[in-house]
C-alpha cells in the first residue's frame, strides 16, 4: 500500500509540474482557463520581502507551485525507497503517520483551493498510507 501511495504522489508532482508549471511557462499552454488581464495584473504587481528583494506575483504564484509539485516527487520517491528499507515496524508505522499528516494537509489544501483532480490525488494518497500504517 505504501508503494502505491508514494506512486500517487509521484505521479501527481508529474503531473502538477507538467500541467501547471511547464507547458504554461515554457509553452505558454495552458489547459485551464485564464483571464489575460489577470496574467498581466499578475506580472505587474509585485511583493517586496527583505531579501531576496522585489518579485512580482506571477513568479511568486510560479515559484511555489512548482516547489510544490517538487516536494510531491520527491516525497513520493523517498517513501519508494523507504518502503524497501528493512526498517523496523515501529519506524516504518512513524515515517506512515507523518506521511498521513502530510497527504492529510495536502487533501485540505486541495479540498478548499483546487478543484477534483488534485482532491482525488491527495484522497487517493492518504488512503493507501492509511492503509499501509494498519498493515506495518
Request: charged share 10%; aromatic share 14%; proline share 4%.
Amino acid at each position: 500500500m505504501a508503494s502505491l501511495a508514494s506512486w500517487v504522489l509521484i505521479f501527481w508532482g508529474i503531473g502538477h509540474l507538467i500541467t501547471i508549471d511547464i507547458l504554461p511557462l515554457v509553452f505558454g499552454i495552458y489547459l485551464y482557463d485564464i483571464d489575460p488581464k489577470a496574467l498581466d495584473l499578475m506580472r505587474d504587481s509585485g511583493v517586496s520581502f527583505p531579501l531576496p528583494g522585489r518579485t512580482n506575483i506571477y513568479l511568486l504564484f510560479y515559484g511555489m507551485s512548482v516547489w510544490f509539485g517538487v516536494s510531491l516527487l520527491g516525497l513520493g520517491t523517498l517513501n519508494l525507497l523507504m518502503v524497501h528499507d528493512p526498517a523496523s515496524r515501529a519506524r516504518r508505522r512513524l515515517i506512515y503517520a507523518v506521511d498521513i499528516a502530510l497527504t492529510l494537509t495536502f487533501l485540505i489544501i486541495a479540498t478548499v483551493c483546487f478543484f477534483s483532480i488534485p482532491v482525488l490525488g491527495g484522497a487517493s494518497a492518504l488512503v493507501f498510507f492509511l492503509l499501509a500504517y494498519l498493515s506495518a
